[in-house]
C-alpha cells in the first residue's frame, strides 16, 4: 500500500533557531512519522529533538517487518526506552546540555493498523470515516488541572502556567510513553506537529483546512502560514500520512 506523506517545520516569527524536529522515514515495511519539540538551555533543545529524530531515522532503516500491533507496539517501546536513556546520558556527560529534552509524537503505518505514541504536549490527530479527532492527551500541568476538575478549559487557554510539561523525553532515566493502535479501514489521514501550531489553530481550523486544500502539502503549508500570521511565537512543524480510500466492490 502506496502512502502520500508530507513533513515540514517553520522556525516562526520570533525564534532564531528551530528546536523542532522529525521527519517520515520509509523501509519495505512500512512508514515512520516523528515530531518532535525539543527544550532546554541554550540549543540544548535542538540536540534533543535531533538524537531523536536521528535515531528513530536509523532504527527504523534497520528494522524488520513488524507483523501485528503487538510487535508495533512493543517496538515503539523499547525504541522510546533507549533513546531516552542516550538522550539522559548525553544531558549529564555534557554541561551545555543539561536538563534537556523533547516531546514526542510517533506514528507507527502498517497496511492493516496504525501504532501512535507519545511524550509531552504534541499532538496526533487522526481524519477517518468517524470524523477529525485528537488522540493524545497532552502531558502538561494545565491538562491534568482540566481532567481533575480544577479549571476549566476556557481557563487554561490563557493559564500563567500553560507551558509546564509533566512528562518529556530525556529529562529522567524513566519514562512512560502512552501508546494506544488503531485498525485502517482506508482514507485515514493521521496529523502529527507541535504546540507551535495547536496553539495558533482549533481543530474545527484544522480540519477544514484538511478538506478546502487540495493536496496535504496545500494544507500542511496553510497551517503554518496561518500560525505565522497569528504570531508564530514558537516553532511550528507538520507531518501528514495519508492512507489510500479502499475501492468499493463492483456491484454484483
Given at each position: 500500500?502506496?502512502?502520500?506523506?508530507?513533513?515540514?517545520?517553520?522556525?516562526?516569527?520570533?525564534?532564531?533557531?528551530?528546536e523542532d524536529n522529525g521527519g517520515i522515514f520509509v523501509n519495505e515495511h512500512g512508514t515512520l512519522a516523528i515530531v518532535a519539540d525539543?527544550?532546554?538551555?541554550?540549543?540544548?533543545?535542538?540536540?534533543?529533538?535531533?538524537?531523536?529524530?536521528?535515531?528513530?531515522?536509523?532504527?527504523?532503516?534497520?528494522?524488520?517487518?513488524?507483523?501485528?500491533?503487538?510487535?508495533?507496539?512493543?517496538?515503539?517501546?523499547?525504541?522510546?526506552?533507549?533513546?531516552?536513556?542516550?538522550?539522559?546520558?548525553?544531558?549529564?556527560?555534557?554541561?551545555?546540555?543539561?536538563?534537556?529534552?523533547?516531546?514526542?509524537?510517533?506514528?507507527?503505518?502498517?497496511?492493516?493498523?496504525?501504532?501512535?505514541?507519545?511524550?509531552?504536549?504534541?499532538?496526533?490527530?487522526?481524519?477517518?470515516?468517524?470524523?477529525?479527532?485528537?488522540?493524545?492527551?497532552?502531558?502538561?500541568?494545565?491538562?491534568?488541572?482540566?481532567?481533575?476538575?480544577?479549571?476549566?478549559?476556557?481557563?487554561?487557554?490563557?493559564?500563567?502556567?500553560?507551558?509546564?510539561?509533566?512528562?518529556?523525553?530525556?529529562?529522567?532515566?524513566?519514562?512512560?510513553?502512552d501508546i494506544q493502535s488503531l485498525q485502517i479501514e482506508g482514507g485515514e489521514l493521521l496529523l502529527l506537529c507541535s504546540d507551535g501550531?495547536?496553539?495558533?489553530?482549533?481543530?474545527?481550523?484544522?480540519?477544514?483546512?484538511?478538506?478546502?486544500?487540495?493536496?496535504?502539502?496545500?494544507?500542511?503549508?496553510?497551517?503554518?502560514?496561518?500560525?505565522?500570521?497569528?504570531?508564530?511565537?514558537?516553532?511550528?512543524?507538520?507531518?501528514?500520512?495519508?492512507?489510500?480510500?479502499?475501492?468499493?466492490?463492483?456491484s454484483r
Amino acid at each position: 500500500m502506496e502512502l502520500a506523506y508530507t513533513f515540514k517545520t517553520d522556525t516562526g516569527q520570533i525564534r532564531t533557531h528551530n528546536e523542532d524536529n522529525g521527519g517520515i522515514f520509509v523501509n519495505e515495511h512500512g512508514t515512520l512519522a516523528i515530531v518532535a519539540d525539543g527544550m532546554g538551555g541554550h540549543l540544548a533543545g535542538d540536540v534533543a529533538s535531533e538524537m531523536t529524530r536521528a535515531f528513530f531515522e536509523e532504527a527504523w532503516r534497520e528494522n524488520t517487518e513488524l507483523l501485528s500491533v503487538k510487535e508495533a507496539e512493543n517496538w515503539l517501546r523499547e525504541k522510546v526506552y533507549s533513546v531516552n536513556e542516550k538522550l539522559y546520558q548525553h544531558s549529564i556527560t555534557h554541561s551545555d546540555c543539561q536538563g534537556m529534552g523533547t516531546t514526542i509524537v510517533a506514528a507507527i503505518c502498517m497496511n492493516d493498523f496504525m501504532t501512535l505514541g507519545h511524550i509531552g504536549d504534541s499532538r496526533i490527530y487522526v481524519q477517518n470515516e468517524f470524523g477529525f479527532s485528537q488522540k493524545t492527551e497532552d502531558h502538561t500541568l494545565v491538562h491534568e488541572l482540566v481532567r481533575t476538575g480544577q479549571i476549566t478549559e476556557k481557563e487554561a487557554e490563557n493559564h500563567p502556567r500553560k507551558n509546564v510539561i509533566l512528562r518529556a523525553l530525556g529529562t529522567e532515566r524513566e519514562i512512560s510513553i502512552d501508546i494506544q493502535s488503531l485498525q485502517i479501514e482506508g482514507g485515514e489521514l493521521l496529523l502529527l506537529c507541535s504546540d507551535g501550531l495547536t496553539n495558533k489553530l482549533e481543530q474545527k481550523e484544522m480540519r477544514e483546512l484538511l478538506d478546502v486544500n487540495e493536496s496535504i502539502e496545500e494544507a500542511a503549508n496553510s497551517f503554518i502560514e496561518i500560525a505565522n500570521e497569528r504570531g508564530g511565537e514558537d516553532n511550528i512543524t507538520v507531518a501528514i500520512v495519508l492512507y489510500p480510500k479502499v475501492e468499493e466492490e463492483s456491484s454484483r
